[in-house]
């Protein structure tokens, strides 16, 4: 069975462009998740999706993130403008809806100059 | 407040040694609890998880964690590292029926020869 995939595993941009992340979930899970993880320290939640419904997104920065998935499952992330505090490592999870245990893509792993 | 706790940000041990890496929450009911393992540039692989049942709980790579409610503690335990298990390590727990999961800020762990 194939995992969690992310693309691109690598990005380096300059300040200020536009970048986005694709995540492909395990196939039949229905709640995604994109983590923004720093150097040094654990996974954070930025947004969770059930089906194609966001039912947390609290903690993402709305001023230049946003997020969607269509049809409920791949997903795309998006940073605009980033910022040089954006550099970090950005994590896809899914899971089952009604067993918690969540499945890591490989990460993408973000530079801004 | 709901919190994750790894209080050794660091630990170096012997190749063949036994190793045990803490985990201690703070959550109003037992969560479920997980530990992970993330190998430089590489996402989070599961070790093991704990929903119920019996506390010690055997995982994959030779790990197990037990489960003290007691203490609030679910601490890994491998007894004979191997030179690849050198990695960083993350306890992570999930409300009951809720899966916002949080993670502690990791173990880092160096294996000497």
């Known amino acids: 069975e194939a995992g969690v995939v992310q693309s691109p595993r690598y990005k380096i941009i300059e300040k200020k462009q536009p970048v986005a992340f694709w995540c492909n979930p395990i196939s039949g899970h229905n709640t995604l998740y994109w983590y923004l993880q720093n150097l040094g320290q654990g996974p954070e939640l930025l947004i969770r999706?059930?089906?194609?419904?966001?039912?947390?997104d609290s903690q993402l920065p709305k001023d230049r993130f946003s997020a969607e998935r269509l049809k409920g499952v791949d997903s795309t992330l998006k940073i605009q403008p980033a910022e040089l505090g954006d550099s970090a490592v950005y994590l896809c999870a899914s899971s089952l809806r009604t067993e918690g245990t969540q499945y890591f893509g490989p990460g993408t792993r973000l530079l801004v100059l | 407040a709901q919190s994750v706790t790894q209080p050794d940000i660091h630990i170096t041990v012997s190749e063949g040694a036994s190793l045990e890496l803490r985990c201690n929450y703070s959550y109003g009911a037992t969560p479920y609890l997980f530990w992970y393992v993330q190998s430089p540039g590489q996402g989070l692989q599961l070790l093991l998880k704990?929903?119920?049942?019996?506390?010690l709980v055997q995982g994959i790579k030779g790990f197990e964690a037990e489960f003290k409610r007691s203490q609030s503690s679910f601490n890994l335990r491998k007894p004979s590292v191997h030179w690849s298990d050198a990695a960083e390590y993350f306890c992570?727990?999930?409300?009951?029926?809720?899966?916002?999961?949080?993670f502690g800020a990791g173990t880092r762990l160096t294996v000497k020869p």
């Open positions: 999706y059930e089906n194609e419904e966001a039912v947390d």
């Open positions: 992570a727990v999930a409300p009951r029926g809720n899966n916002d999961m949080r």
């Open positions: 704990y929903f119920s049942g019996d506390t």
